[in-house]
């Protein structure tokens, strides 16, 4: 029985860290509910989520008890943490039948989000495969897809784009008649604008190391896709330079520019009129195409400290808030879906309309590689290639110069971590 589940934790006090992120604002609407379900509380401690890692690092690092019991990693940091020894792998906990809910299904959360934010271990430490476990549940999990107002595109008979030469187009046409930017897009120094220029790298074709770990972000494909945000910076809202994921989503929503291209965490915060000027004008559309068709995949999941006071309780929550039930729940209330019975609800389907089949075709191009996450990525996205990018987007130097200069920091660095042999 779920209640002989819980009545032993009953009274335990949990406590999360987690972002401040669409998502998990919505997420936080069904905590009371579990509490009064299981009668375990939680407390929260809730950051903006490029400063959470500091702070979990410094309490998942204690030798006592840290005093996080949940701790939400962004993918980047997850194989960091296995490395240090941080995380609790989670199939001893799936696998104990007084804690793990057998109408949970794991192979119902969507694969993608699965590999990608959940295993460690498997090739290159970060992919599926021989070695791979669980350290984390997908909770927040994301691809990418491309918004566009309908109205806009109308007005000045622009197709949807389906290639990038489309998309630079209609960035072009739309600045020029329409006055507001093409597209919305992150560029402030560090991983911000690392994941803006990713984005556009694997369409393209590139890769950010090769197969021996030499850095391959300089050669004509990077070129190509840092080329690809400066234009989009050149033609979009002026303050991308400084714009985080809050301030690109918001120049989005707040009609200063008439594309997106980034998470599907955008799909919500649409429909609400409390954070959208542009309800009911907007459409969507999977990843354009560059040399190939390839979208993120990655986002958040949850884990349990090595160190955390009450791991079963913790556990439990976890597995409470990633139920079918609750993924459903989240969903309606406007956050991401992590679940593929989820997609297939007829409630989910009737307020997603718009959004599922280009989220579906999104899905199926979402890429667990389109960059290495290595324990070493984190700094190399964030201190290398994160200072080195700026330059591009504000026409300091050329994408080549900038990129090259960035190659001698990034190959010490995945050296200095066993990967490259030479």
Not at 117 to 131: I, R, T
Not at 381 to 396: C, M
């Amino acid at each position: 029985m779920a209640q002989d589940r819980y009545a032993k934790y009953k009274g335990q006090t949990i406590v999360i860290n987690y972002p401040a992120h669409p998502h998990y604002d919505q997420a936080e609407k069904l905590f009371a509910e579990f509490t009064a379900e299981t009668g375990i509380k939680v407390e929260r401690d809730k950051m903006q989520y490029l400063r959470m890692k500091d702070k979990q690092v410094l309490e998942m690092g204690k030798r006592g008890n840290g005093d996080y019991d949940v701790a939400v990693y962004v993918v980047m940091w997850k194989t960091e943490y296995v490395k240090k020894g941080l995380l609790e792998p989670l199939d001893g906990y799936f696998n104990n039948k007084t804690l793990a809910d057998p109408t949970w299904d794991q192979k119902d959360i969507i694969g993608k989000y699965w590999d990608t934010n959940a295993l460690v271990g498997g090739p290159k430490m970060y992919l599926p495969g021989p070695g791979a476990r669980p350290y984390g549940i997908p909770f927040g999990a994301e691809t990418g897809i491309l918004a566009y107002r309908t109205d806009i595109l109308e007005k000045h008979k622009i197709a949807v784009p389906k290639t990038y030469n489309d998309l630079l187009a209609a960035c072009r046409v739309i600045k020029d008649k329409e006055g507001i930017g093409g597209l919305t897009s992150r560029g402030q120094t560090g991983h911000q604008i690392t994941a803006a220029w990713l984005l556009h790298l694997t369409p393209n074709g590139g890769e950010v190391f090769d197969s021996n770990w030499r850095a391959a972000f300089n050669n004509a494909q990077g070129v190509r896709a840092a080329e690809i945000l400066k234009e989009i910076v050149d033609t979009g809202p002026a303050g991308i330079p400084s714009y985080g994921f809050g301030e690109m989503q918001n120049a989005f929503l707040q009609g200063q520019a008439a594309m997106y291209l980034d998470s599907v965490a955008i799909m919500g915060p649409v429909q609400d009129p409390a954070k959208s000027r542009i309800a009911g004008k907007v459409a969507y559309a999977v990843h354009p195409k560059g040399t190939q068709h390839s979208a993120q995949s990655g986002g958040f999941a949850m884990a349990i400290p090595k160190n955390a006071r009450n791991k079963d309780a913790a556990f439990l929550f976890m597995q409470w808030m990633t139920s079918k039930q609750a993924d459903v729940k989240i969903a309606l209330s406007g956050g991401n879906m992590n679940r593929w019975s989820t997609l297939d609800n007829a409630e989910v389907g009737k307020k997603y309309a718009l959004e599922l089949p280009a989220l579906r075709e999104s899905l199926k191009i979402a890429n667990p590689d389109w960059r290495p996450l290595i324990p070493e990525w984190d700094h190399i996205s964030q201190q290398i290639l994160g200072q080195a990018l700026p330059d591009v987007i504000t026409g300091r130097k050329p994408a080549k110069q900038a990129l090259d200069a960035a190659v001698k920091a990034a190959e010490d660095a995945v050296r200095q971590g066993g990967w490259l042999k030479s």
